[in-house]
T-cell receptor, first 111, second 115 residues
Framework: GESVGLHLPTLSVQEGDNSIINCAYS??????FIWYKQESGKGPQFIID?????DKRQGQRVTVLLNKTVKHLSLQIAATQPGDSAVYFC??????????FGKGTTLSVSS | ETGVTQSPTHLIKTRGQQVTLRCSSQ?????VSWYQQALGQGPQFIFQ???????GRGNFPPRFSGLQFPNYSSELNVNALELDDSALYLC??????????????FGEGSRLTVL
């Protein structure tokens, strides 16, 4: 089965709120994690990544947190905008293996 | 703009037919990975090509095959199409084969419908 999954299939927020999307992974040997955003009819778009030697990484309006103790990954989006509405996937990898995706969380932002 | 281009964008086939999908990788990338994404699901790894050789394969039958060319572009071939092959087929390019842990750049995909 899949080694990466997301806690909630859907998340609905108001414009301007902060969004938190969660992901649990099962392979403790994974050492690289990526969050992708996929809009309808398009390919996945890279958002942010993090390596296992870090526990936090920040980008523009996004932050990824990695908790290796409980094998948990989260994506925080600050001041969520309608353009953030999409399906978000976490993915994990270790050297020598392919990138494994979870099922995705659909984020809906209402104004 | 990822630089990864795929063709065709949409196509319709009937059961038993064969299909070839094409991908041009981003400039400077020598690795191409193919994923199948069924409706409402996450992408599933099919296989990866690195320096013109298959460099890893997911749980897909042999009727899914591929090629990588000297310019690092790639083809995905599916023989004896089945209804369940209907999906979005995604190509992603990167560098260094599966040994490298780095970002994958995806194309927009080829939407295959099998009737």
């Amino acid at each position: 089965g899949e080694s990466v999954g997301l806690h909630l299939p859907t998340l609905s927020v108001q414009e301007g709120d902060n969004s938190i999307i969660n992901c649990a992974y099962s392979n403790s040997a994974s050492d690289y994690f990526i969050w992708y955003k996929q809009e309808s009819g398009k390919g996945p778009q890279f958002i942010i990544d993090i390596r296992s030697n870090m526990d936090k990484r920040q980008g523009q309006r996004v932050t990824v947190l990695l908790n290796k103790t409980v094998k948990h990954l989260s994506l925080q989006i600050a001041a969520t905008q309608p353009g953030d509405s999409a399906v978000y996937f976490c993915a994990e990898k270790m050297a020598g293996t392919a990138l494994i995706f979870g099922k995705g969380t659909t984020l809906s932002v209402s104004s | 703009e990822t630089g990864v281009t795929q063709s065709p964008t949409h196509l319709i086939k009937t059961r038993g037919q064969q299909v070839t999908l094409r991908c041009s990788s981003q400039s400077g990338h020598n690795t191409v990975s193919w994923y199948q994404q069924a409706l409402g699901q996450g992408p599933q790894f099919i296989f990866q090509y690195y320096r013109e050789e298959e460099n890893g394969r997911g749980n897909f039958p042999p009727r899914f095959s591929g090629l990588q060319f000297p310019n690092y572009s790639s083809e995905l071939n599916v023989n004896a199409l089945e209804l369940d092959d209907s999906a979005l087929y995604l190509c992603a390019s990167s560098s260094g084969g599966s040994a490298n842990t780095g970002e994958l750049f995806f194309g927009e995909g080829s939407r295959l419908t099998v009737l």
